[in-house]
């Protein structure tokens, strides 16, 4: 696609006028109605929206996971249909087009039409024009307590309105991008679906060969007829959690010269034991000494929020609470294929949770998860075994997973292209060709 020919063509000479976002929107920060009061969470009727819904079902709600009473509603007002809102703190740019009438909490700004652009705007267009505001946030934030969006750019963000002095032309431009939009959507969930069902088929195949593989008969073995020991893990490796000086929030623990990576929860991948190439948060020269030093090739895993999750760490770091340690070994092993154990071991504990999400566990529970010890040799066998699978199945850099990724960056692609109107004033959004001039 010629971004320059089908951008004139389409707006046929008119030209673009430029607005505030404040100019055109009304925006109010939402909140989270007094957790203290029953009476404001009891019978609720009023959709109230969190980050979980967009996750859960989409960025174009009708319906809200949590509902709470009239009577939480602040001065009686609630956020008008067909507004947006977008996360401007937490998980900056997250974004979703609200047709109902609403409340939303507070890591979200609300976005609602001044009643004088009511009939300028397509609402859909607005929503696709906010992966550009998006993209803004992310890269334009302020580190107080935690990271949220300068609002002062934010309000003077620009925002366009196709050929002006024409509302029905303008509503006609608008409504071809969202055409166009609205199909090239389609299409790539429909191909990202396709290519994911294939990805789980993959991945529940790896699954099966690797329990087979990392699955001994306790029973045999206690009766002494295998050539596997079972151990306490507490017997197998020595273990300790990681700290971090308290509060979280607070500014100094982050960043600056001499700043090393930090590792939290979040920084450890979902598959092949890895760590995250960046960690989220560097933690500073100062908060150092209040933390605990991981040298590369060490074995962790998470014990809170998101638990089971094992990486050997690929470079030296400083890890998190949340995250227990492995410092040395008391039995010949290999790291790999204790990782896998550990992983194994965690997946089963979450299947015995019967649909419960289970979000930490004890020290006391941790110590005593029994590992199988085969010979050094066989250890090594399954690991090689192992290895060859996973590469197949989950490699980022290749296969599924990098289609996958490859089909999204395509799809943004596009969609900014369709949404980069020439003339863009001078703190606005970038035509890919203004960026590769």
């Given at each position: 696609?010629?971004?320059?020919?089908?951008?004139?063509?389409?707006?046929?000479?008119?030209?673009?006028?430029?607005?505030?976002?404040?100019?055109?929107?009304?925006?109010?920060?939402?909140?989270?109605?007094?957790?203290?009061?029953?009476?404001?969470?009891?019978?609720?009727?009023?959709?109230?929206?969190?980050?979980?819904?967009?996750?859960?079902?989409?960025?174009?709600?009708?319906?809200?996971?949590?509902?709470?009473?009239?009577?939480?509603?602040?001065?009686?007002?609630?956020?008008?249909?067909?507004?947006?809102?977008?996360?401007?703190?937490?998980?900056?740019?997250?974004?979703?087009?609200?047709?109902?009438?609403?409340?939303?909490?507070?890591?979200?700004?609300?976005?609602?039409?001044?009643?004088?652009?009511?009939?300028?705007?397509?609402?859909?267009?607005?929503?696709?024009?906010?992966?550009?505001?998006?993209?803004?946030?992310?890269?334009?934030?302020?580190?107080?307590?935690?990271?949220?969006?300068?609002?002062?750019?934010?309000?003077?963000?620009?925002?366009?309105?196709?050929?002006?002095?024409?509302?029905?032309?303008?509503?006609?431009?608008?409504?071809?991008?969202?055409?166009?939009?609205?199909?090239?959507?389609?299409?790539?969930?429909?191909?990202?679906?396709?290519?994911?069902?294939?990805?789980?088929?993959?991945?529940?195949?790896?699954?099966?060969?690797?329990?087979?593989?990392?699955?001994?008969?306790?029973?045999?073995?206690?009766?002494?007829?295998?050539?596997?020991?079972?151990?306490?893990?507490?017997?197998?490796?020595?273990?300790?959690?990681?700290?971090?000086?308290?509060?979280?929030?607070?500014?100094?623990?982050?960043?600056?010269?001499?700043?090393?990576?930090?590792?939290?929860?979040?920084?450890?991948?979902?598959?092949?034991?890895?760590?995250?190439?960046?960690?989220?948060?560097?933690?500073?020269?100062?908060?150092?000494?209040?933390?605990?030093?991981?040298?590369?090739?060490?074995?962790?895993?998470?014990?809170?929020?998101?638990?089971?999750?094992v990486a050997i760490t690929q470079y030296d770091s400083y890890v998190d609470r949340t995250l227990a340690i492995?410092?040395?070994?008391?039995?010949?092993?290999?790291?790999?294929?204790?990782?896998?154990?550990?992983?194994?071991?965690?997946?089963?504990?979450?299947?015995?949770?019967?649909?419960?999400?289970?979000?930490?566990?004890?020290?006391?529970?941790?110590?005593?998860?029994?590992?199988?010890?085969?010979?050094?040799?066989?250890?090594?066998?399954?690991?090689?075994?192992?290895?060859?699978?996973?590469?197949?199945?989950?490699?980022?850099?290749?296969?599924?997973?990098?289609?996958?990724?490859?089909?999204?960056?395509?799809?943004?692609?596009?969609?900014?292209?369709?949404?980069?109107?020439?003339?863009?004033?001078?703190?606005?959004?970038?035509?890919?060709?203004?960026?590769?001039?």
């Open positions: 696609m010629n971004h320059l020919s089908y951008m004139e063509k389409l707006l046929d000479g008119v030209e673009v006028e430029w607005k505030k976002l404040a100019d055109v929107f009304q925006l109010k920060n939402g909140y989270t109605p007094s957790k203290s009061k029953k009476e404001f969470w009891e019978n609720g009727t009023v959709p109230w929206f969190r980050m979980d819904d967009i996750r859960e079902n989409g960025q174009i709600l009708d319906e809200s996971l949590q509902k709470v009473s009239e009577s939480a509603i602040k001065g009686g007002k609630l956020f008008p249909e067909n507004s947006i809102i977008i996360a401007t703190s937490a998980t900056i740019g997250e974004h979703a087009l609200i047709r109902v009438p609403f409340l939303a909490n507070q890591r979200f700004t609300n976005l609602s039409l001044k009643p004088v652009y009511k009939d300028t705007f397509n609402n859909k267009f607005i929503f696709y024009y906010c992966f550009m505001l998006a993209d803004w946030c992310k890269k334009n934030t302020t580190m107080s307590s935690f990271a949220s969006v300068d609002m002062d750019g934010f309000k003077k963000y620009p925002f366009p309105i196709p050929c002006p002095n024409d509302p029905k032309k303008s509503l006609e431009i608008q409504a071809e991008i969202v055409r166009i939009l609205d199909a090239f959507t389609a299409m790539t969930a429909e191909l990202t679906a396709e290519l994911t069902a294939e990805l789980n088929m993959r991945k529940k195949q790896y699954n099966y060969y690797r329990d087979q593989l990392l699955s001994f008969d306790l029973s045999a073995d206690q009766a002494g007829e295998g050539e596997v020991e079972w151990k306490n893990l507490e017997d197998v490796a020595s273990f300790r959690r990681g700290s971090f000086p308290q509060p979280y929030g607070n500014s100094e623990w982050y960043d600056g010269e001499g700043c090393m990576p930090f590792v939290q929860v979040a920084d450890v991948a979902d598959f092949g034991f890895t760590l995250h190439q960046t960690t989220k948060q560097k933690i500073s020269k100062l908060a150092q000494p209040k933390s605990v030093f991981v040298e590369k090739g060490t074995v962790v895993v998470s014990l809170q929020g998101t638990i089971g999750r492995f410092t040395s070994y008391k039995e010949d092993i290999n790291k790999k294929y204790f990782a896998h154990q550990l992983k194994a071991k965690f997946d089963l504990e979450k299947e015995f949770a019967r649909g419960s999400t289970l979000k930490t566990i004890t020290k006391q529970e941790f110590s005593k998860f029994q590992i199988p010890i085969p010979p050094i040799e066989e250890q090594n066998r399954i690991v090689a075994l192992l290895d060859k699978f996973d590469t197949l199945t989950h490699s980022i850099k290749e296969g599924l997973p990098r289609e996958i990724e490859l089909r999204q960056k395509q799809y943004e692609y596009y969609r900014d292209l369709l949404l980069s109107f020439p003339a863009s004033p001078a703190g606005g959004p970038k035509s890919h060709s203004d960026e590769a001039a």
